[in-house]
Each structure stands twice: as structure tokens, then as C-alpha cells.
């Protein structure tokens, strides 16, 4: 087995590596003076069984052709299968025609990848789990959820916990979570009666004198979640904390976290997060490179990834 990490995620990389005890294959990745990227992979790959690790995260189209250029590299080279390692994948939120004449660009990144060479792809929490069909190889789309129950197992007892989904889009993930800790479900049910009126949040379950925990995809500009929070607060939640698998936190998401009523958001690590945000009290992390390094190990070793869903 080889792995090979591409730029967006290096923490990440160097944390499945060593869960695998496996090193990182020597290569490079440059920019040419007008940036387009050139990548070279200094090993031999003829005949291995190859795992590229990069998440489509910001720079999104910067590191995804870094992804498309090391595929074709590996492919040219000989490697007998190519796995791609998407922690996260960029563009999923894409994943349909929202009006006339727009694209469903989550399907044209599958078919980029797949066409670039890659024989299966491995990822994690995709925004909708049918964007699995999109991919035209084997997809494993592994669920941060084990991680994210061990972590409220050990930060909250579990009395008067309510898991709660920010969105009716996230009632099956934010559901099954609940399942799994064995507490109540609530929904935020965000509604915008006409176009110019202030949207109107009603919760679907009585959260007043509970402990909430919502559960979410992705944290991007942190409007849903801040909002949800103050709707739950203002319900009687005494308090309100957040759990994301994926921190894509653009702008400044997490001093808007730090000015709202959450009392900190947890993401994992599948998007190396910036400097500025770790220095924030409101913001923890944590590390998912043992889930991916053994569904690595599973998939290298021909062995069921099932158990991984437990
Ligand atoms: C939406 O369907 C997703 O699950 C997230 O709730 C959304 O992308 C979060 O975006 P933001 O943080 O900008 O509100």
C-alpha cells in the first residue's frame, strides 16, 4: 500500500500514516509561475495499491485539480488501483438543479475524478449520502457519528440531552445520533414565508430545561447554526453546543460562534482547520485519521468496512 498526500490536509495525512504505520510516499507538488500545478511522484507505484488523501476544501477548485493532476500522475505511472481520499468533498452541497439552467456540479467532481483514473473513493459525511451514486466506482462514505457519540459519552452525562438538527435536512443524520446516545430528537424547521420576510424557526420538539446538542454536516458561514442556537435559547434550552463533521468555516464563522449564544462548536478534523480559529475557546476538534487510517487498512486488505458504521 501507498499513501500519498496531496497539500489541503497535511495534519491529517501525517495522522493516517501513523495510525497505519505506513510512511507518506515522496512527491512533490509545485505551482508554476502562473499556478498551474505540477506533481511529480517520487517513488514507484507500477503495480500498487494507491491512496491519495486530499479534501476538496478551500482553495475548493485549487485542491481539487491538485486531486485530478496527482490521479492522472499515479495512473500514468502504473498504479494497479488508485483510491481516492476525500475526508471532505467540496461542491456536494451542488447536488441538484435548484432553478432553470444551473448545473449539479457535485456529479461533474465525481465524474472529474473518476475520469481522471481514480478506481474507488473513500469519504466521509457526504451532505447527502445519494451523492454516493454519483461516483461511477466503489464509494465508501464513512459517518463521523462514532466519533462524535464517544466524545459527548465522555463531555456529558447523559441526562436531559436533547440531539437536535439545525435543519429539516439534517433530520436522518441528527436522528440517527440520537439512536445511538439514546436521548430525544429535536428539529429546527427554518421557513422563510415570502421572499423579503425574516425567516421564521420553530422547533419541533420541547426543548425547554434540556441540554441540546445539534448535529450538522458542515459549519460554512455558521448563520445556521448561530440561528438555530438563538431559536432554542429562546424556546428554554438551557444550553446549546454543536457538533460538525466538517468545518469548512468561511469568513469569520467562528467569531460569529464566539458572539452567539452556542456555547462551543466541535468539528472534526477532515478540513485542516486555520490558526486563528484554534486559538478560539468556542472552537474544539477532533481527530478522525483512526476511522479513515482503518477503513485504509480494510480496503488495502480486501476486509468489510461495515464495522465501521457501528
Ligand atoms: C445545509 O444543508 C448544511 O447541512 C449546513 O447546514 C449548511 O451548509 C451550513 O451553512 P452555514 O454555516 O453557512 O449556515
Request: aromatic share 4%; glycine share 6%.
Amino acid at each position: 500500500m501507498k499513501l500519498i498526500a496531496c497539500n489541503a490536509n497535511l495534519p491529517l495525512a501525517e495522522a493516517i500514516a501513523d495510525y497505519l504505520d505506513a510512511p507518506l510516499t515522496e512527491s512533490e507538488i509545485k505551482r508554476f509561475a502562473d499556478n498551474e500545478i505540477f506533481v511529480r511522484i517520487n517513488e514507484n507505484v507500477r503495480g500498487e495499491d494507491v491512496f491519495v488523501i486530499q479534501s476538496t476544501s478551500f482553495p475548493a477548485n485549487d485542491n481539487l485539480m491538485e486531486l485530478l493532476i496527482c490521479v492522472d500522475a499515479l495512473t500514468r505511472a502504473s498504479a494497479k488501483r488508485i483510491t481516492a481520499v476525500i475526508p471532505y468533498f467540496g461542491y456536494a452541497r451542488q447536488d441538484r438543479k435548484t432553478d432553470g439552467r444551473t448545473p449539479i456540479s457535485a456529479k461533474l467532481v465525481a465524474n472529474l475524478i473518476s475520469n481522471a483514473g481514480a478506481d474507488r473513493v473513500l469519504t466521509m459525511d457526504l451532505h447527502a449520502g445519494q451523492i454516493q451514486g454519483f461516483f461511477d466506482v466503489p464509494t465508501d462514505n464513512l459517518i463521523a457519528a462514532p466519533v462524535i457519540e464517544e466524545d459527548i459519552r465522555i463531555r456529558y452525562n447523559g441526562d436531559n440531552l436533547m440531539i437536535v438538527s439545525p435543519d429539516v435536512g439534517g433530520v436522518v443524520r441528527a436522528r440517527s445520533l440520537a439512536k445511538r446516545i439514546g436521548c430525544d430528537l429535536a428539529i429546527v424547521d427554518k421557513r422563510r414565508e415570502k421572499a423579503g420576510v425574516s425567516e421564521v424557526m420553530n422547533i419541533i420538539g420541547d426543548v425547554s430545561g434540556r441540554r441540546c446538542i445539534m448535529v450538522d454536516d458542515i459549519c460554512d458561514s455558521g448563520g445556521t447554526l448561530c440561528n438555530a442556537a438563538k431559536a432554542l435559547k429562546d424556546k428554554g434550552a438551557t444550553d446549546v453546543s454543536a457538533y460538525v463533521t466538517h468545518g469548512v468555516l468561511s469568513n469569520d464563522a467562528v467569531k460569529r460562534v464566539e458572539k452567539s449564544v452556542l456555547d462551543e462548536i466541535v468539528i472534526c478534523d477532515t478540513i485542516k482547520p486555520r490558526d486563528e480559529d484554534m486559538k478560539s475557546k468556542a472552537l474544539r476538534v477532533l481527530p478522525v485519521a483512526p476511522l479513515l487510517g482503518e477503513a485504509i487498512r480494510r480496503i488495502a486488505n480486501e476486509e468489510s468496512v461495515s464495522k465501521l458504521f457501528d
